[in-house]
């Protein structure tokens, strides 16, 4: 079972609940020992249109008056603990007109995490991808994560298959067709060439009809870790903990036990150098 989690987000984002402490007491008394502290890094409101930001809900990330607070909740709390391993971290957007800002965040803190919920298409309007992915626009997510991963700013990838929440393909339907297979193997090559993990997501499970179906979930995909089994590919499972519970929940056991039918390979832990140089 999980020992090491480096996605873990706290009330700071606005969809989240619990302080640093809070998850650090908990991933104590479960016996972790590595934690990574990773809330949604802040998305300004200038980074898009009024009703893009709604529709993206950029809302619910940090605010930047609060970036300061969260980091020095970190630093306490990695003072005060010297039985675990508590990493400093944000799980950001990439938008490339954006790169200074995501820069002056990574000089702050131990690691990043790519997470993409939204992104440019190439006509410059913000898609999200838990609605608006297709078969035409795959590419530009992929092009999105290509960009963000090849400045090094980025540790891990996290919930990359997470485009196969609402696809859909040439006939509206929502199945992984010969484009998401080709998006799958360039995603694996790009981790492998710049050295990132990819992350199977547990909370992910929360959306599927039936957790213990494996035909209903939405992600993690069952069918693009199959594809990921056959690259030499750093994998770790991510809680993606929004509540103290989620440390070591059902959905966390669940993915142990797909990973173990299918054979999947993992990396225990996420080796953090903090050797980014911008």
Excluded at 121 to 150: F, M, P, R, S
Excluded at 226 to 235: F, R, T
């Amino acid at each position: 079972m999980l020992k090491n989690n480096y996605h873990t987000h706290m009330k700071y984002c606005n969809h989240a609940e619990g302080m640093v402490i809070d998850y650090v007491k908990e991933a104590l008394r479960l016996g972790f020992l590595e934690l990574g502290m990773s809330d949604h890094a802040p998305v300004l409101e200038s980074f898009m249109s009024k009703e893009e930001y709604l529709n993206n809900y950029g809302y619910d990330t940090m605010k930047l008056s609060d970036v300061e607070d969260y980091l020095n909740q970190i630093k306490e709390c990695q003072k005060k603990f010297s039985n675990i391993k508590i990493y400093s971290g944000f799980e950001t957007e990439y938008l490339e007109e954006q790169k200074d800002f995501y820069l002056s965040l990574r000089k702050k803190v131990d690691y990043f995490n790519l997470g993409i919920h939204f992104f440019k298409d190439k006509n410059g309007n913000v898609l999200n991808c838990y609605t608006d992915l297709n078969y035409d626009n795959l590419d530009e997510y992929y092009l999105n994560a290509k960009k963000a991963i090849e400045t090094k700013m980025y540790q891990a990838f996290v919930h990359p298959d997470l485009f196969m929440y609402g696809y859909k393909d040439k006939n509206g339907c929502h199945t992984f067709d010969e484009k998401c297979e080709e998006i799958t193997r360039k995603i694996a090559l790009l981790a492998i060439e710049n050295n990132i993990y990819l992350e199977i997501n547990a909370n992910g499970l929360k959306y599927c009809k039936d957790k213990h179906d494996l035909n209903t979930w939405l992600y993690p995909y069952p069918k693009f870790w199959e594809i990921m089994k056959e690259y030499n590919v750093k994998i770790i499972v991510g809680a993606d903990a929004h509540t103290i519970a989620a440390l070591s929940n059902e959905n966390v056991r669940l993915v142990y036990d797909f990973i173990k039918k299918s054979g999947i390979n993992i990396e225990e832990k996420m080796v953090i150098t903090n050797d980014f140089k911008c």
